[in-house]
């Protein structure tokens, strides 16, 4: 019912900058859409994957303590889009990125992108 289409990440050098987008969008035509909540999770080798940051709609944004100060997440309402700008990449950072969307209570997770910071 909803797909969601991430983009950016790649192999980035420490400190660097990069900033990952998702958009969000219903597959075909139908019942309201509805987004309660955007965010991105990770997952990096051999680990079990973790919230990064998330937005409730109306809501105050949620960090994990491991990047915040260095990363900020932002929504597009109006456009269904969730950017996350992530600085000063360490490469514990590296990982598969994940957008997350609950449209009309449900979750919905993107494809992954990869993000590999190098040393």
């Known amino acids: 019912q909803v797909q969601l289409v991430e983009s950016g990440g790649g192999l980035v050098q420490a400190g660097g900058s990069p900033r990952l987008s998702c958009t969000a969008s219903r597959k075909a035509s139908g019942n309201i859409f509805s987004i309660n909540g955007m965010g991105w999770y990770r997952q990096a080798p051999g680990k079990q994957r973790e919230l990064v940051a998330y937005i409730i709609s109306g809501g105050s944004p949620n960090y994990a303590d491991s990047v915040k100060g260095r990363f900020t997440i932002s929504r597009d309402n109006g456009q269904n889009t969730v950017d996350l700008q992530m600085n000063s990449l360490k490469p514990e950072d590296t990982a598969v990125y994940y957008c997350?969307?609950?449209?009309?209570?449900?979750?919905?997770w993107g494809q992954g992108t990869q993000v590999t910071v190098s040393s």
């Open positions: 997350k969307a609950v449209v009309n209570y449900v979750a919905n």
